[in-house]
């Protein structure tokens, strides 16, 4: 699937998405972890916000919200009227330079291409300010495929694997990794990393 294919399929799937995920995950703790390293008034830009009800509504009100998904955008307008949306690409992130204190990347990047992984990456390290942290879903395993059927349409899974994308980030220059396994919203288990981007 190309990246308007993956657009086109989150739209058509977004409000089956939103109804399903398990509001009591212990995936949303991470992000106050997350915020206590953080100083006043931080920026969070939550990548891959879907509907906004279960990341973003946890960052502080003036978070942004980015999304390839216009459906999934106007989701989120509802849940999260206070926070700031985009529609865009992580790989080419409609964010200045050095202007995010945290990234939020839950259930996201791998619904983009593996090969494309690291331009995310190098895209997430490049809006962090240094010392910034990314808080992101690990892989499971490695796959590229299209799950015909995925919550009643279709959507790409691409990633090269849990060592592979660690590796990755940093390449991209994220130094400090720290993991850590919870609940996600779907109701199963996942490996999740803090990573903080180099001064």
């Known amino acids: 699937m190309d990246r308007n294919a993956v657009r086109e399929a989150w739209d058509e799937v977004a409000d089956t998405y939103a109804r399903r995920r398990d509001p009591d995950g212990s995936d949303a703790a991470l992000i106050?972890?997350?915020?206590?390293?953080?100083?006043?008034?931080?920026?969070?830009l939550d990548v891959g916000c879907g509907d906004g009800a279960r990341t973003l509504a946890n960052l502080p009100a003036d978070s942004v919200g980015l999304d390839l998904s216009r459906a999934c955008l106007d989701l989120a307008t509802g849940a999260v009227p206070e926070a700031r949306l985009l529609q865009g690409d992580m790989s080419a992130l409609p964010v200045a330079d050095a202007s995010a204190d945290a990234i939020t990347a839950y259930h996201a990047v791998f619904h983009v291409p593996r090969a494309e992984h690291p331009a995310v990456y190098g895209e997430f390290a490049?809006?962090?300010?240094?010392?910034?942290?990314l808080l992101m879903t690990l892989p499971g395993g490695r796959y590229e495929t299209v799950r015909q059927g995925w919550m009643g349409g279709s959507m790409l899974f691409s990633t090269p694997?849990?060592?592979?994308?660690?590796?990755?980030?940093?390449?991209?220059?994220?130094?400090?990794?720290?993991?850590?396994?919870?609940?996600?919203?779907?109701?199963?288990s996942?490996?999740?990393?803090?990573?903080?981007?180099a001064d």
Not at 32 to 44: N, Q, S
Not at 171 to 188: I, K, M, N, Q
Not at 190 to 197: D, G, I, M, Q
């Open 161 to 188: 694997g849990r060592e592979r994308t660690l590796e990755q980030l940093r390449t991209a220059g994220f130094g400090e990794l720290r993991t850590e396994t919870v609940t996600d919203p779907l109701g199963s």
């Open 32 to 44: 106050d972890d997350l915020l206590a390293g953080l100083g006043d008034d931080p920026l969070v």
């Open 190 to 197: 996942s490996e999740y990393v803090f990573a903080t981007v």
């Open 126 to 133: 490049r809006v962090l300010a240094p010392g910034g942290t």
